[in-house]
């Protein structure tokens, strides 16, 4: 969907760097979330965001950290990448006025070598 | 561990037959079951959700069947199209708290 746009789209890095991702929204959701998709694991959440002034821990934050700089704007930052973090990586929205449907961005896939 | 269980991870059909995923859940407070379809380069979408107040749910040639006692649900798609190959991914929600689980996906191939 184009109205929630990740960069990069792909990224190679390396052991050791800190790696920053960005998801932007221009749909006027409130909540916004971070997720990791892995074969056969399907989605897990690393990190939420209900407003602002409001971040939460998903199942798997170690070793990841956010920051909502707006409302439209929820980066996820990994400060020291390791090779099990090589994933593709997923930033979604929703509004809490209107239901629970999830729009996911396109991805960006991420290679720690 | 994994609340909500997926199966089977692939699934190749012929196109015109039943294509059938099946999820279990564990926690019985789960009352919002959502179904993704997510094709190759793409982030996941809605394709059809569940509450536990209906057995049954159908939109189009997608079929939702829902059963609380066994804590089970399935995604149906009648006359499969090779345009519905794609990965799919059921989900569980608690409605108060708005976070979706996951279930591992299912990469459907319809055949020709």
């Known amino acids: 969907d184009a109205d929630v746009t990740q960069t990069p789209r792909n990224r190679i890095t390396k052991t050791g760097k800190r790696i920053m991702l960005e998801c932007s929204q221009t749909k006027g959701h409130d909540r916004m979330y971070w997720y990791r998709q892995d074969p056969g694991l399907g989605l897990q959440l690393i990190y939420y965001s209900f407003d602002v002034k409001d971040i939460n821990k998903g199942e798997i934050s170690d070793g ?4 909502r700089q707006a409302q439209a ?3 996820l930052s990994l400060e020291s990448a390791i ?3 090589t994933a593709l990586y997923f ?3 929703s509004d809490s006025r209107t239901g629970f449907e999830q729009f996911f961005g396109p991805g960006t896939r991420l290679t720690v070598l | 561990q994994q609340q909500v269980k997926q199966s089977p991870q692939s699934l190749i059909v012929q196109k015109g037959g039943i294509s059938i995923i099946n999820c279990a859940y564990e926690n019985t407070a789960f009352d919002y079951f959502p179904w993704y379809q997510q094709f190759p380069g793409k982030g996941p979408a809605l394709l059809i959700a569940i509450r536990p107040d209906v057995s049954e749910k ?3 040639r997608f ?9 089970q649900f399935s995604l149906h798609i009648m006359d499969s199209q090779p345009g519905d190959s794609a990965t799919y991914f059921c989900a569980a929600s608690i409605t108060a708290g708005n976070m979706l ?4 996906g299912t990469r459907l191939m319809v055949k020709p």
């Open chain 1, 64 to 67: 990841y950290s956010v920051s």
């Open chain 1, 73 to 75: 704007k929820f980066s």
């Open chain 1, 83 to 85: 090779p099990n973090q």
């Open chain 1, 91 to 93: 930033c979604a929205t």
């Open chain 2, 58 to 60: 159908k939109e189009g």
């Open chain 2, 63 to 71: 079929t939702i069947s829902f059963n609380k006692s066994a804590k």
């Open chain 2, 101 to 104: 689980t996951f279930g591992g």
